[in-house]
């Protein structure tokens, strides 16, 4: 049901406090120097070990910030006027993963003005995700079809960014295949609810998404490719599994859907050849 009158906004103040924090620990993350810890287990008598770093905590932390400020948000929706038991977690996904995943590329950028460009970007992209959060919540508000598209396109660009990021990294194979498809399958889920696809299926299909980026990160791991050229070979099969397995779900795969999506997809592969070869 849409609601009557003027057609609802997020809280400035809100969305500037939460902004804010995020910004602060963005520097802080940046200039402060924090202690670094080792994590180690054993798997089926093998050693798995990680380290802990202090800008890897505080992107963490960044995230659940701007988690609880999305569901702050959410939570003044006149939707949720009298219905407090209606769950907002699907509306963490998205602000959680941008703060995360340009958080921790931010703390990798090679000077300080690229530090501080990457930075100006990163408040607009959490602006943004927490504007259009709060929009999509009602289906029949006039402006949530283009806060869908916002979104969804930003799902992919934090997914490019992420692989880049992992490849650039060079962590062990099954720490990036972990984090590149645990956060693929994150961002799946939402890239479906936006659609209004039923949860259940939805999870399930996001579930196989993200278990299909893990193993091709994992695949490409002992290649000798560009980061560029990686992310986008992982990136193939995310658009391409999220897509056509969303238009199942609604009932939608038509022939020009194939088309559309094969397409997007061999341009991609064209890129990322390209690259590879430069």
Known sequence: MSVSGPRPFPSRD??????????????????????????????????????LSGPF?????????????????IRGHPQFAGRPAR?????WIL??????????????????????????GSVVALVVVL???????????PRHDAAALALSALAYLLTLILFILLRHLGARAWVSALIGGGVAAALALRLFALKLAPLWRSAFYAG?????????????SPLALPAIAAALLALVPFYLCQGLAEHHVLGRLTRRVWIEYGAVGSLLLILALVWGRA
């Open 14 to 51: 809100q969305i500037s406090v939460v902004t804010a924090v995020i910004v602060l620990a963005y520097v802080l993350a940046r200039f402060l120097v924090l202690p670094a810890r080792a994590v180690t287990a054993t798997l089926f008598g093998s050693a798995l070990g990680f380290e």
């Open 57 to 73: 905590v505080m992107m963490v932390f960044a995230a659940g910030l701007i988690s609880a400020g999305s569901e702050l948000l």
């Open 87 to 91: 769950r907002t977690v699907i509306h």
């Open 95 to 120: 602000p959680g993963a941008t703060a995360l995943v340009l958080g921790s590329a931010l703390n990798h950028t090679p000077t300080d003005q690229m530090w501080w460009l990457g930075l100006a």
């Open 131 to 141: 504007i259009a959060e709060y929009l999509v919540v009602d289906p029949a508000d």
């Open 208 to 220: 196989v998404v993200g278990l299909i980026c893990a193993e091709v990160i994992w695949a490409l």
